[in-house]
């Protein structure tokens, strides 16, 4: 794909490139986003009704099978074309990761995440008394509707994903990384938003504050966004057709 001069440009004169990825960077590998229709056993669930510490309170085993059926699905996929841009990117250019995706497509393309805003699903803990998990969980190769979490082996509490549920304060270290990884930026950096919808925050707080911050914002989606209109460009396309160009563009 053909991208506009300016583009091509900004990036070429970046001396770092924040990367801030939403749920779009991965649905080109088989991981659906949030706002995709829910599919099967979940189908009449908002997931915002799924993720949230009510739910696991109400009914645990409800909760890990469609955990561990998001689980599965992340570990039989693969990086995509824009992952893999992505990890190229940062040979050529100072570049920073900040995810708000809970799978490790990311680090599976090489790449080096700085924060995992909504933390990881693959990073289990348990519930009561918050000590990691490192066994290995009981996943279901069909979805099903109800699974038991596992127990966790200092105090026989469930074991939960460690991902931040609606509700739920983000990581602290993941936020001051981030908030560090935007003031160093300077006038001339660029910050690429890629495959976020801009209304989850503070995530969708953080394309501002790199405008503040002098940098050139691009979002690269399909579609306009809560975010377009303050963004110097946005680029109509997929990640996995639109980085790998971006890419060619400065290596
Ligand atoms: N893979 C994952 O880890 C995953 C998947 C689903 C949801 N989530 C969670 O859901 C929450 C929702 O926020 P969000 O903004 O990340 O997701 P979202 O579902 O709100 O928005 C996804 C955005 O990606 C865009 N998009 C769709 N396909 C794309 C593609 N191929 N290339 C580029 N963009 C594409 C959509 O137009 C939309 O704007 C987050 O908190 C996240 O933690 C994570
Ligand atoms: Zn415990």
């Not at 799924?50 to 696991?56: E, F, N, Y």
């Not at 038991?148 to 082996?153: G, H, Q």
Request: proline share 8%; hydrophobic share 45%.
């Amino acid at each position: 794909m053909d991208l506009p001069g300016p583009v091509v440009a900004a990036v070429r004169g970046a001396r770092r490139i924040l990367v801030l990825t939403g749920a779009g960077m991965s649905a080109e590998s088989g991981v659906p986003t949030f706002r995709d229709a829910q599919s099967g056993l979940w189908e009449n669930f908002d997931p915002s009704q799924l993720a949230t510490p009510d739910a696991w309170a109400d009914d645990p085993p409800f909760v890990w099978a469609w955990y561990a059926w998001r689980l599965h699905l992340v570990r039989d996929v693969a990086p995509n074309a824009g992952h893999r841009a992505l990890a190229e990117l940062a040979t050529h250019r100072d570049v920073t990761i900040v995810t708000q995706n809970v799978d490790d497509l990311h680090e599976r393309a090489g790449s080096e995440v700085a924060a995992h805003l909504h933390g990881s699903l693959t990073e289990l803990r348990c519930a009561d008394c918050h000590e990691p998990y490192d066994g290995e969980p009981t996943l279901s190769p069909e979805p099903v509707k109800r699974l038991d979490p596992e127990t966790c082996a200092a105090c026989g509490g469930d074991v939960r994903p460690g991902v931040v549920w609606f509700g739920e304060m983000l990581p602290e270290a993941a936020v001051a990384t981030t908030e560090a990884a935007i003031e160093a930026l300077e006038p001339g950096d660029v910050c690429l938003v890629v495959g976020t919808s801009g209304i989850v925050f503070p995530a969708a707080g953080y394309p501002a504050m790199a405008l503040a911050e002098g940098a050139t914002v691009i979002e690269v989606n399909p579609v306009d966004t809560d975010i377009t209109d303050m963004c110097h460009h946005a680029i109509r396309g997929t990640a996995a057709n639109v980085l790998p160009a971006l890419v060619s563009a400065v290596a």
